[in-house]
C-alpha cells in the first residue's frame, strides 16, 4: 500500500471517527443542553487536528490528480470524493449554510421565501435557550482566556471557543433565515435551519390541523407507521396528514418515507389557515 493509500484511509478512519461526537454536540446544542466545557474545548480540538490530517490528504490527492492530467475543477472533486465520505461532505455543507445565514440574518433576508408566500417562524422554543448556551460560552471563554497562561495554547483554544461562539449562532441564524414556507397554490416546505428541507406538493395534503404535542426523542423523529416528528424546543404544533408517503432525507443523507408529519410553527393557525385556503 502506497504512502497515499495510507493516508486517505487514516484520514477516513480519523473522519469516522469524530463524526458521531460532532453530532452528539449539535444534537445536545439543538435540544439546549450544554455540554462540559472540556468537552466542547476537545471535541474542537480534534475536530481540527482531523481537518488539518484531511487537508494534507487532500493536497496529495490534488497534485496526483493534476500530475494525471486531469483540470483544476476535476481534480479538486476527485480529490475529495476520494478522501472525504460523504457523510462528512453533508455536514460541512451544513455548517457552511448556517454560516452564510449569518449575512442573510444581518440583511433579514430570508431564504426561499417570495413575494406572496406565507413564511412561517418556527424558532420560538428555542430562542431563549440558544442565547442562554451563547451566554455561557462567551462567560467561559473570556473565563480561559484569563486563567491559561501558556501563549500557545491560550490562542488555539480561544480561537476555538470563539468558532464554537460562531457556529451556535449560525445554527440559530439559520433557522431564523429558512422558515416553513406555504406558497398560494397550497405547496409547503417544511425547514429546519440548513439541516431539514422538505417540499410537500398540495396535492399531497390529505388534512391540516392544528395540534400541540410534547413527544421524545431526537430534532427527526421517524416512528413504524411512518409519522415523521421535527421537534423544536421539545414540541410540535402541526399535524399534517398525507394521502400518500412523502420521502425525506436525513441531514447525513439517510432517507425515509413519511405518512403523517408533525411539526412546530410558531402560530400555527396561520400556516394551518393558509394550507386549507390555497388561491
Known sequence: MSDRSRGVRVARVAVATVLPGELALVACLVAGVRPPGWALTGAEALVLAVLLLETWVLRSLYAAARARGADRGAARRAAV??????????????????????????????HGARPGDLAAAYTGPQTATMYGLLFVMVIETVGLALLIPWPVVHRVILVLDLYGVVLVLALHASCVTRPHVVRPDGS???????????????????????????PEGRL?????????????GSQTTVTLELNRSLPFT?????????RTIRFHA??????????????
Do not use: C, N
Not at 427527526?220 to 423544536?232: A, C, K, N, Q, R
Not at 436525513?250 to 413519511?258: D, V
Open 81 to 110: 470524493e476520494e478522501a472525504v465520505p460523504v457523510k462528512v461532505r453533508r455536514l460541512v455543507l451544513h455548517e457552511l449554510r448556517a454560516l452564510a445565514s449569518l449575512g442573510r440574518w444581518v440583511r433579514r433576508r430570508p
Open 250 to 258: 436525513r441531514p447525513l443523507g439517510a432517507t425515509g418515507e413519511a
Open 220 to 232: 427527526i423523529t421517524l416512528s413504524e407507521d411512518g409519522v415523521l416528528d421535527l421537534i423544536v
Open 188 to 214: 409547503l416546505r417544511i425547514r429546519y435551519g440548513a439541516l431539514f428541507d422538505l417540499a410537500v406538493p398540495p396535492d399531497a395534503v390529505a388534512s391540516v390541523r392544528v395540534d400541540r404535542r410534547y
Open 266 to 279: 410558531d402560530d400555527p393557525r396561520a400556516l394551518v389557515g393558509a394550507l386549507r385556503q390555497p388561491a
